[in-house]
């Protein structure tokens, strides 16, 4: 920040004991080293009301994502079958057609990898269990910080980074299971 005279400076609450710049405090959390890995995986958000709409896509638009916005569930089960791969997503519970709640359930019987937080201002233990019953991998309730908000979506991509890698791994052992089983063939015993 500059002052009046064009010299660098910072205000007395940004100024640590010691004199210098204090650093960002651990919820003050730096959106660009968090897309930095995943920008170009999508973030569906499925949310009726229009001004948490644009909320939720403006923060996703500012922080860097790809966001997918769409109005209620159906459109957000479209906009899941589209992704090729894995997805995250944030969804209300309480949306025309298809709420929330059934999103979750239909993604898991589809066995499609999707980190889901379920962000809606049902806020009571008992709304809790049912989404994370029906799926939901987290849970947020509005209204909601922003930063705790990004870093549930961190969260979110760095599971779906390990399914990734997991699947990746697997596939592997699976090509090495399968040339073991046609050695033993040429092998004589």
Known sequence: ML???????????QISDTGKPAEPKATELNARAAVARFAQLPIIIAEDDLVSRTLISNLMAKWGFKAVVTQDGHEAMKALRAEPG?????LDWMMPGMDGVQVCRRIRERNKMVY???LTSRGTKENIVEALHAGADDYLI????KNELLARIQVGFRILDLYVALAARVKQLEQATAEIDELKFRIPL
């Open 3 to 13: 002052n009046a005279k064009g010299i660098p400076f910072s205000p007395p609450w």
């Open 86 to 90: 894995p997805a995250l997503a944030i």
């Open 116 to 118: 889901l937080i379920m």
């Open 142 to 145: 509005k209204p909601f910080d």
